[in-house]
């Protein structure tokens, strides 16, 4: 089986960095077609999205046989949704229960992302979260703090046996948006970072985005969030934790924290790589 390179970069976030020669490269796929769960769906209400989750299996077997076949210590990471676990009434709108039937059915191309050597990790999206309780929007009535709605959706992962890792996004969120439902949106504020890391950082994590500026004095900034994260997964004393995130001009390399299992990705690009875009990616898993 082959590989369109076209399109397996319109799907994936390659992360082909220049690391040490004992560093495996880095491929991140992030699957966000709503409108194919919605236009494929089936029944008469609640819906299936079995075809969104077949879709998708395939797209990350593809990408699994390849780096097997060409490039077999590189790792797979992907983007799952706050919902993605859970297996109840699906009403449209979103990718509910796509990774638990990926993980059901799919069950090795779910745990080479997840686990393994090969694994860069399953990193839920548990952000773009809205505390809108007249549209539903918290997963259970008085249950829409951020920290309680992260901890609700990954313990969903976590009650069915799927290893995944925590996100958070810097600064105001995307949803929702803020000439729309300002006051219901979600940001990451230092108290909610610090409850959060409190039941999920021994797990680490990954956020959006290292250059997002917080734009509130409230919100936590991304290397606030990074030293937060890293000291959380490895422990306060570990002295990489300390380190900054890079202006984006800057001339810097790339590293692991950590070891075995337990690792921790910084790394860096110059303009002039990969098509001449800027690339700075942060992820523990």
């Given amino acids: 089986m082959t590989i369109d390179p076209d399109f397996l970069f319109s799907i ?24 194919h ?36 210590k590189m790792k797979l990471g992907t983007a799952s949704a706050a919902v993605g676990a859970l297996s109840g009434d699906w009403w449209g709108g979103n990718l509910k229960g796509i990774w638990h039937w990926v993980f059901k ?3 090795e191309v779910y745990n080479f992302a997840a686990t393994g050597e090969n694994s860069g990790g399953v990193n839920v999206m548990s952000y773009d979260l809205s505390s809108n309780e007249q549209f539903y929007e918290c997963p259970q009535p008085n249950l829409c703090s951020l920290h309680d709605q992260v901890n609700f959706y990954l313990k969903s992962y976590s009650d069915a046996g799927m290893a995944a890792h925590v996100g958070y996004e810097i600064g105001t969120p995307a949803y929702p948006a803020k000439d729309h439902d300002p006051t219901h949106q979600l940001p990451l504020t230092q108290p909610e970072l610090t409850d959060i890391l409190n039941v999920q950082g021994k797990n680490g994590g990954f956020f959006w985005e290292l250059y997002k500026p917080a734009d509130d004095a409230k919100n936590v900034d991304a290397t606030t969030a990074a030293q937060q994260i890293c000291k959380a997964a490895l422990g306060d004393a570990t002295p990489r934790c300390a380190g900054t995130i890079p ?7 790339g590293g692991w924290v950590g070891g075995g299992d337990e690792q921790h990705h910084f ?9 001449n875009r800027k690339k700075v990616h942060y992820q523990g898993y």
């Fill in 247 to 253: 202006q984006p001009n800057a001339h810097v390399g």
């Fill in 37 to 72: 769960a919605d236009y494929y769906k089936s029944g008469a209400g609640p819906w299936t999205n079995y075809q969104t989750v077949y879709k998708y299996a395939a797209i990350m077997r593809n990408v699994q046989l390849n780096i097997q076949k060409h490039a077999p």
């Fill in 105 to 107: 059915w799919y069950p």
């Fill in 267 to 275: 790394s860096y690009s110059e303009p002039e790589s990969h098509c």
């Fill in 12 to 35: 994936s976030l390659f992360l082909s960095l220049p690391h040490s020669p004992s560093t495996p490269h880095s491929n991140f796929t992030d699957y966000e077609e709503m409108w």
